[in-house]
């Protein structure tokens, strides 16, 4: 984790939050757009980090994972990673656990962690929600029979 030259200026989005971390400060993040958002849910429903599915085996795996979902929406105003995303073919387990050794260095704590895993997955979720809700609105389907004309 390297300090910023200048300071990430937050804009007043919804595709950005803050989450307060004691002692810690303000974390900035902005949130994937939604095609990269469902990427990562999708991502992380296969491996079982949420909603409750069975395929983390071993904490390193739900650190790789968070180290994941943290690094892609990083959007500290101070301080950015330097660890650099390696495409979605990329090694991305390798990604999440450099990113987590980089807030390791750094004093972050488990809790800390988890703190941010949490505000990272609660946001991207809730962006997806509003998504899947657009979707259950709109019809993308062929006409119905009485719908079509001759």
Known sequence: MTPRAKALTIPDSDRYWTLEL????????RNLTYGKAAKLVKMLKN??????????ESIGDLLDLAG??????????????????????????????????????????????????????????????????ADAQADFTSPKEEQQTS
């Open 68 to 133: 994941i979902a943290i690094g892609l929406t990083w959007w500290h105003r101070a301080y950015k990673l330097e660890t650099p995303f390696p495409g979605w073919a990329g090694d991305l387990e390798e990604y999440g656990d450099e990113v987590i050794g980089e807030l390791q260095d750094q004093g972050y704590t488990f809790k800390d962690v988890l703190a941010l895993v949490n505000s990272v997955l609660t946001n991207t979720q809730n962006l997806l929600a509003d998504q899947a809700e």
């Open 47 to 56: 491996s079982g980090l949420v909603n409750g599915g069975m395929g983390i």
């Open 22 to 29: 004691p002692e810690k400060g303000e974390h900035h993040f």
